[in-house]
């Protein structure tokens, strides 16, 4: 079982930095891949940025590449999500998601991911 807390969230003007991080409980959360999805009002949630059990290969959405950088410290049971150069389009609810331990790489659909967080709030002023 995995459990995952994100932090982070915020408000911040257009243009600005914020870095998102998701704790992970449970010893096998260095093998399991990691993603980041995002949920606005009256939206669908959307995939944003996924890393592999190594950090060795991401994967990220075209809206954010390029401003977005995922990555994890397994000895700290955390990933991150840098997120620079925000947009009032990146305001949305951020959720931690990952994906069974040992079972499967990187993905972009949230149907592959097994557990996930409570979400946290990130609000850009423009």
């Known amino acids: 079982q995995v459990q995952l807390v994100e932090s982070g969230g915020g408000l911040v003007q257009a243009g600005g930095s914020l870095r998102l991080s998701c704790a992970a409980s449970g010893r096998t959360f260095s093998s399991a891949a990691m993603g980041w999805f995002r949920q606005a009002p009256g939206k669908e949630r959307e995939f944003v940025a996924a890393?592999?059990?190594?950090?060795?290969?991401?994967n990220y959405a075209d809206s954010v590449k390029g401003r977005f950088t995922i990555s994890r410290d397994n000895a700290k049971n955390t990933v991150y999500l840098q997120m620079n150069n925000l947009k009032p389009e990146d305001a949305a609810v951020y959720y931690c998601?990952?994906?069974?331990?040992?079972?499967?790489?990187?993905?972009?659909?949230?149907?592959?991911?097994?557990?996930w967080g409570q979400g946290t709030q990130v609000t850009v002023s423009s």
């Open positions: 998601a990952a994906r069974r331990p040992y079972y499967g790489g990187i993905n972009n659909n949230e149907n592959a991911y097994d557990y």
């Open positions: 890393i592999n059990w190594s950090g060795s290969s991401t």
